[in-house]
Each structure stands twice: as C-alpha cells, then as structure tokens.
C-alpha cells in the first residue's frame, strides 16, 4: 500500500496527460459506439484478456495461450462483424461530434406524430414502412430513396405513404424530428418460417432488423394491421398505448428529464470507468516496466568541525542500484540524487562512516537496492602551519666539464599551510624540474614550487630565486 | 663539649651537601657539552686521502657514486654519528659511523643507478639524534 503510494507520489504531469488523453480516448469509444453491441464484444474480450492475466499469474500456459489467441481473433471479428457501426461512426461529417459531441437518443423525435399517422393510415389501410434508425449506419445496406429533409409532420407522413404518391412504395427513414429519405429499398429476409400474410414491406422490415438496431413499423395494405420490427423480432401492435412503449424503448425513454438525468449518469460512470480502466492499465504497464538502475553519486560531506579539513577519502562516488518504473529511472537527473554523509561524530585521522539508506535522498516512487560500497573511509585533520626549507629539483645535464657547486633558494624556507597528518611527513619543498642543460655559468633563476599534495597552501608567493655557483671541474 | 661537637658536625653537613651540588653541577655541565663538532660536511664525487674531491650538489649517474663526507674536529669522547640518505622525502637508509677523539672524519656513500635521479639529501644526525646538518643535493643523467 505504502509502495503504491509512493509510486503515485512520483507521477509525472506527462503520466497525468498520458492517463487522462487515453482516457478520453476511451471515453468517445463508449460514447461513439454505445448502445450498439461493438460495446459488448469489447467487455467480452476486456473479460478474456482479464482471464488471460490471471493465467498467466497462475502459470496456465496453454489457457494463457489459447485466451491470447481468441483476443487476436475477436479483434479481427470486431473489425468484419461491426463493419456497418465502425463506418458510420468513421463516416460522420461533424467533427465536432466525432470528437467531443455526445449524441443523445432521439429524445426529440415526436412519437406522439408517429403514432397518430400510423394509426390514421391503419384506418384508411395505407400501407406503409417507417424506419427509425438507432447508432448503426445503414447508408450501404438501404439502396435509392430520395433525400427530403422536411420536419416530420402527421400530414406529411401520410402524404408520402398516400397509395397514389410515387413515394408511397419504399420506406421512409425519421431521424430525430426530420423526415430524412422516402422511397428506400430496404434489403430483403431470406427467413423461410414466416407467415403467409407477411408480404414485401414484412421481409425488407424484418431484411433491415436483422442487420442493424433500427426499429420498423409496418402497416400492412390489406389488413390495416400494424407490425413492429426490433432486432429480429416481431411484435403485432394491438393499441396505441403499445406501440407507444415500443417507441419510448427505442427512442431511450425520451422527452422526460429522468432520461436525460438517467443519460448524464451514465456517461459520468462511463467517463469514470474510463479514468479508473486507463489508470489500472498505467499502472500495470508502469510496474510491469519496473527496471534496475546504476548511478554513481558524488559524496557530499556535511556538518564537518571548522577546525578540521578532509585529506582524503577511500572513495569520491558509490555505486547505487535503484529500481522503478521505466519511464521515472530514465528521467532521472544526477541532480535528484544526493548521498549527505555528516562528519558531526568524526575525529582526526581515519574515521569509517558507514553510508545507510537515511543518508541518501531518492527521487519518490525509486527504491534503493544496493549500496556499493556501504562504507567509506574518511581522513580527516587538522589545519596547521609548518616552515619547510626549500630544495631545487635539477634534471638534465651539465655540460662536460663544469660542476654545480653550491645552489640556494632566496628565500630558503617558506611556511605552508596543510593538514597536521600531511605535513607531519613532509620536510621538504620542491621546486619544479629546473633544467641543467643550458647552464654554462653562475647566476639565478625563479621557479615555482611543487605543492605535493595539492591540500597544502602557501602563505606567501609561489615564485622562488634560486641562486647557483657553477665552476669548471678540476681536471 | 657537647655544643662544639654540634656546631663542628653541621659545618661537616653543610660542607658535604655544598660538595655534593657542585659535583652534580660539573657533571651535569660536562653532560650537556656537545661530545663533538661538526667542522665541514660535503657531498663529493670521491675521498681521497680522507678528503672530499670535487665536492658539488648535482651528480651525474654516469659517475657510479656519490660519497657524503663529514669531519669532526675535536671529538671529545668516542661517540657515533648517522648518515641518513633520502630521496624526496623518504628515507632510503642509514648509515651508522663511529668517531673518535681527537678528530674524526667519516663518509657513506650511495652507488648510482639510473632510478635514483632525483632531489636527495642527507641528514647528519648525533647520537641522540640531534640533527648537526642537511646536505642537499640532485642526481641528473
């Protein structure tokens, strides 16, 4: 619990977009392809897949396998199967409802005209075929019509439905409060059970309902008989008070505010499960991209007595092995590391601090692994000054024939600065290498000193005169 | 009688305490008076009839050796000296010489190899390691 807290701790603001943008994603899926059965097959497979992380929790190797392949196949299926719902969701001119438009159920179409029309035609025993389209597209299963576009009105529908009109022959699609197309050949069923009376509006009803969400009603010419047609199925209308339920349930219980309320609530414990699945997801893939790490991190000394000055140390960095996600161990900065070791307790001369888990400052959601080494020799001093004489460092040669007989330094010792240890063991300043091969007679030069190590500090000018005596060599 | 023999017997005390003090004194001035004097030391390419030749502060490797060379006029006692040779500052070995009254003069010497160029020097040291000189020197190609 503490881990995942720490693991949300360290949440980027590109974590927060990544989650949020693919959530959103998600979101318009369900709201796009809602109410159709696209939703169901994709809970089914998000079932499979669910089984198939437990399989593999479980080490089921050939469930794990055969799940795997199922979700591959269902993919596929989704894609062939729902052809008609993906088009019409891809086909759709509006932009703005492909992006962030929800489209409501028909909540304005007024049933009330549907069904006055379709009872007075039932009376006058016109015959006739209305479609009201649901989520599903049917551009490329219904053939000809012609577009109209006019409000939907009881005197229009009838009009278009009156036996001498030239529309009166094919179906009439109502979307919303418009009369869209008349004179639409619906495709046909092939069923061979169904009764004798049904005649060419019953089967491309039936042709239709078979293949997309639309609901059909059909008034029958003969008989005057209304006919309902809903996925695959067949309902005889009886009464007004029935047809009318049969089109609320279509239209998604229309015209109330429950409905609409019903409808935001919805989509609000849609948008949350898409929040909850995508996050479930980051997570998984966050932790199941769990990586190990080395940085080697400077060590930083803290809380040192004034008097007292670092000489040396076993080591400058150590080794840390850290783990966590991915992404968080690849954007790590130096910076974000810091190892503090405090010298409070320490004394002259050589002190073992051992480096613990408390002295590290870790970016949150990385876990420390390994500490290399775990403790590091420090040497420490204190500040003293020391007078030391100073001696030339010759190289080269003399030309043949001449000897150095006397050098000396001007001035002949200088005072240093250094660590007590340090100096204890130097009695001796060194000049840099001054070159003999050119000296043919006394005289002088200046030189620097050589401060050995590099801790030690002069008091005074580094620039030192060395006086020589050179003479022949006494045959 | 017996008033005399105790003034004579305090005088004896005192007497014998005074004596005492002055002898420790001369003893203890005698002890601290340096057991000999460090007349001449020299870093020379050779000792020839127990002189330096060609005494100098740079010697090539070429010549093989380098001596130190140091003479004690007077030497009050027998007594012994060391020779402490370092190159930088690390000592490198110590050599132990004797001296004898009335004077003394002593050398160690070093064989050159061709690691050994560099600053060098070497420590004059007494017996109770009263550093008496430092000779300091190089060793080129």
Redesign the interface.
């Known amino acids: 619990m503490e881990q995942n807290f720490i693991f949300f701790y360290g949440l980027r603001w590109q974590d927060i977009f990544d989650i949020l943008l693919n959530s959103y994603v998600l979101f318009r899926l369900y709201v796009l392809f809602r109410g159709t059965n696209v939703i169901r097959v994709l809970l089914a497979i998000c079932i499979l897949w669910a089984v198939s992380q437990s399989a593999v929790s479980l080490g089921l190797i050939v469930t794990n396998w055969a799940m795997q392949g199922v979700i591959t196949a269902a993919a596929l299926i989704i894609i062939i199967v729902f052809r008609n719902e993906i088009s019409s969701v891809l086909q759709t001119k509006n932009l703005k409802s492909f992006l962030w438009g929800i489209p409501r159920y028909q909540f304005h179409t007024p049933l009330n005209i549907i069904v006055e029309s379709v009872y007075e035609m039932a009376e006058k025993k016109i015959g006739a075929l209305i479609v009201l389209p649901l989520k599903q597209g049917m551009a490329n299963i219904v053939q000809g019509g012609i577009s109209i576009t006019g409000t939907l009105s009881q005197e229009m529908l009838v009009s278009i439905f009156w036996p001498d009109s030239p529309l009166h022959d094919g179906a009439t699609i109502i979307q919303g409060e418009q009369i869209t197309s008349a004179g639409v050949i619906l495709p046909l069923s092939k069923r061979k059970d169904l009764p004798s009376f049904f005649g060419t509006r019953h089967r491309a009803a039936l042709g239709l309902t078979e293949r997309i969400d639309a609901l059909v009603v059909v008034i029958s010419e003969e008989t005057g008989k209304i006919s309902l047609f809903k996925e695959d199925q067949i309902y005889n209308i009886g009464n007004r008070s029935a047809l009318e339920k049969l089109l609320q349930e279509h239209a998604g219980d229309d015209s109330t505010k429950k409905g609409f309320r019903h409808q935001t609530i919805e989509l609000f414990a849609a948008a949350l499960i898409s929040l909850f699945c995508i996050t479930g997801i980051w997570v998984n893939f966050s932790k199941g991209l769990e990586t190990l790490a080395t940085h080697e991190v400077p060590v930083e000394f803290i809380n040192p007595d004034q008097k007292m000055e670092i000489i040396s140390s076993s080591v400058s960095n150590v080794k840390l092995l850290i783990s966590g996600a991915r992404p968080l161990i690849n954007s790590i900065n130096p910076e974000q590391i810091n190892i503090q070791l405090s010298l409070s307790q320490s004394v002259v001369g050589i002190n073992k601090l051992s480096i613990t888990k408390e002295d590290i400052l870790l970016p949150p959601g990385v876990q420390l692994k390994k500490i290399d080494p775990s403790e590091i020799d420090v040497t420490l001093d204190t500040l003293i000054e020391k007078e030391l ?1 100073i ?8 030309p043949i024939g001449l ?5 000396r330094a001007v001035p002949q010792t200088v005072r240093v600065i250094g660590g007590g240890l340090v100096l204890k ?4 300043l ?1 000049t840099e290498q001054i070159s ?1 091969d050119k000296l043919t007679e006394s005289g002088s030069t200046t030189v620097s000193l050589v401060l050995n190590p590099a801790s030690i500090k002069l008091e005074d000018t580094n620039k030192i005169q060395i006086q020589y005596l050179i003479s022949k ?2 045959s | 009688m017996k008033k005399f023999l105790s003034r004579i017997s305090i005088k004896t005390l005192l007497i014998f305490i005074a004596i005492l003090f002055l002898s420790t004194a001369i003893a203890n001035s005698k002890q601290s008076k340096a057991q000999m004097v460090l007349a001449k030391a020299v870093m020379c390419e050779s000792i020839k009839n127990f002189k330096p030749i ?5 010697f ?1 490797i070429s010549q093989g050796e380098v001596f130190c060379y140091s003479n004690f006029d007077p030497v009050f006692e027998k007594t012994y000296i060391f020779h402490k040779w370092y190159k ?2 690390k000592l490198i070995f110590t050599m132990r010489r004797s001296l004898s009254p009335p004077k003394w003069s002593s050398f160690s010497k070093i064989q050159l190899r061709n690691a050994d ?3 060098w ?1 070497v420590e004059i040291r007494s017996v109770n390691n009263k550093l008496l000189q ?1 000779l ?1 020197f ?1 060793m ?2």
């Open positions: 004489p001696q030339p460092h010759w190289t080269g040669k003399l000897t150095m007989k006397s050098a063991n130097i009695s001796t060194f003999l060599k006494p | 060609n005494p100098a502060v740079v090539s930088k500052d160029k560099g600053p020097r430092t300091r190089s080129v190609d």
